[in-house]
């Protein structure tokens, strides 16, 4: 019962938020941006209460983690949603039919919007700027892992939801407990989306679960293919990239494809891994191309096991193939569809892979590291989505809204 109490309150919050105008939600989301850094010692704090509970050496802990420049890149982030456009009330279509009646389709928020998401900090503050900007609501229920840094932002949230004179309840964060999961899942008539946001068996547990509907974002299994016509130059840079910048992060190579024409490549391809002592997965030919020429206490043979896996580490599996058909076929075999990217000067092997391989964001001689809201100039963004219905790729404002149809007349009735 405690949780009906939550989702009715959360949802009478929703159609308030909807007589609010665009600029009033641009200042409350400036002054939210002011306020997380001037709170950023009182969060981070909190921050450190989470860390402490957590190995260093466990793969999330990169994503639990909040530093001061993290959170002026939160803050800014939210500074650049605040100036975006508002993506509600657009007209998407306008028809007058024959017997005078007006149709016009407009664009809505959803109303209210749960987000389900394990030891990611950052995702409250991303998530209730993008939701308060597109009129929505929220209801945010956070791991245990990131506990004390969700109670801290949300606490933020609250307080400058207060001065501004708008109900806190247009963002709730629920309790760690595993029941109010479930609860979230069926609180059909009070939320009308869930958005997952985390492992694979995260995502596939809300979608066998939820009763609700769910928007897939998820995990990013990614490859990149170094084709035959590949710059090794552009290649050892985007490889480096790709898989080093952040390795906790869905859009990090997992997977390098190469040409088998390019074999003797690999070692300089590879050669800037070594500083971060990234451990390599190589099938037989890698492995041979390797040998002497890569630590050996970080390189290891591949087994089947080693492709199709999101390893959020400084792992790397490689893969070598005969031709571009093969590179795509493995791609299609263990690809989650998140991003993919070919390494070619090759136009017309490069316009095969764009055609052919099905995935949200797919490269061409880019580091797979910009599938990011900000980065596509969305602002922030809530998640990543795999799946082909209503939305794919980074959803930001214009992916938190629906439509609905507006009929004008003067009195038309239907005979038929």
């Known amino acids: 019962m405690k949780y009906k109490e939550i989702f009715k309150r959360v949802r009478a919050a929703s159609q308030k938020l909807l007589q609010i105008e665009d600029t009033r939600l641009h200042e409350v989301l400036d002054h939210l941006a002011d306020a997380v850094i001037r709170?950023?010692?009182?969060?981070?704090?909190?921050?450190?209460?989470?860390?402490?509970?957590?190995?260093?050496a466990h793969p999330k802990y990169d994503r639990l983690l909040l530093t001061a420049e993290r959170l002026e890149g939160i803050a800014a982030d939210i500074r650049?949603?605040?100036?975006?456009?508002s993506p509600v009330g657009h007209i998407v279509s306008e028809t007058i039919r024959p017997n005078g009646m007006k149709l016009t389709k407009i664009t809505v928020p959803f109303g209210v919007i749960g987000i389900i998401y394990e030891a990611r900090p950052n995702?409250?503050?991303d998530v209730f700027s993008l939701c308060l900007k597109s009129g929505n609501a929220c209801i945010l229920k956070g791991g245990s892992d990131a506990e004390y840094s969700n109670l801290a932002i949300v606490s933020v949230i609250h307080q400058v939801l207060r001065k501004k004179g708008i109900d806190p309840a247009i963002v709730e964060l629920l309790p760690v407990e595993r029941e109010a999961t479930q609860a979230l899942l069926h609180a059909e008539g009070y939320v009308d989306l869930i958005i997952p946001r985390g492992s694979s068996n995260l995502i596939q547990y809300v979608r066998q679960n939820a009763s609700i509907p769910v928007i897939e974002t998820g995990a990013g299994i990614c490859h990149t293919y170094f084709d035959k016509d590949g710059d090794i130059e552009k290649g050892a840079a985007i490889i480096r990239?790709?898989?080093?910048?952040?390795?906790?992060v869905c859009n990090a190579l997992d997977c390098l494809i190469i040409h088998t024409d390019r074999i003797q490549d690999l070692p300089a391809l590879c050669r800037e891994l070594i500083q971060s002592k990234v451990i390599i997965y190589a099938d037989a030919p890698a492995m041979k191309a390797l040998e002497g020429n890569y630590p050996q206490k970080w390189l290891k043979?591949?087994?089947?096991?080693?492709?199709?896996?999101?390893?959020?580490?400084y792992i790397?599996?490689?893969?070598?193939?005969?031709?571009?058909?093969?590179?795509?076929?493995?791609?299609?075999?263990?690809?989650?569809?998140?991003?993919e990217c070919i390494i070619t000067e090759n136009e017309e092997n490069a316009e095969l892979f764009r055609k052919i391989v099905d995935a949200a964001c797919v490269y061409t001689n880019v580091s797979t590291a910009f599938t990011d809201g900000a980065q596509f100039g969305l602002g922030a963004e809530i998640g990543i989505s795999t799946q082909k219905l209503h939305a794919r790729g980074p959803m930001a404002l214009e992916e938190l809204t629906s439509y609905k149809w507006l009929i004008e007349g003067d009195g038309q009735i239907r005979n038929k």
């Open 123 to 125: 995702v409250s503050l």
């Open 39 to 56: 709170e950023t010692t009182f969060i981070l704090e909190e921050n450190r209460k989470d860390l402490e509970r957590m190995d260093p």
């Open 316 to 339: 790397l599996s490689v893969k070598t193939v005969k031709d571009i058909e093969e590179a795509i076929g493995h791609i299609s075999e263990y690809s989650s569809r998140h991003s």
């Open 301 to 313: 043979p591949s087994t089947p096991a080693s492709y199709g896996t999101e390893w959020m580490d």
């Open 241 to 248: 990239n790709a898989k080093t910048r952040r390795v906790s």
């Open 80 to 85: 650049n949603v605040a100036t975006l456009p």
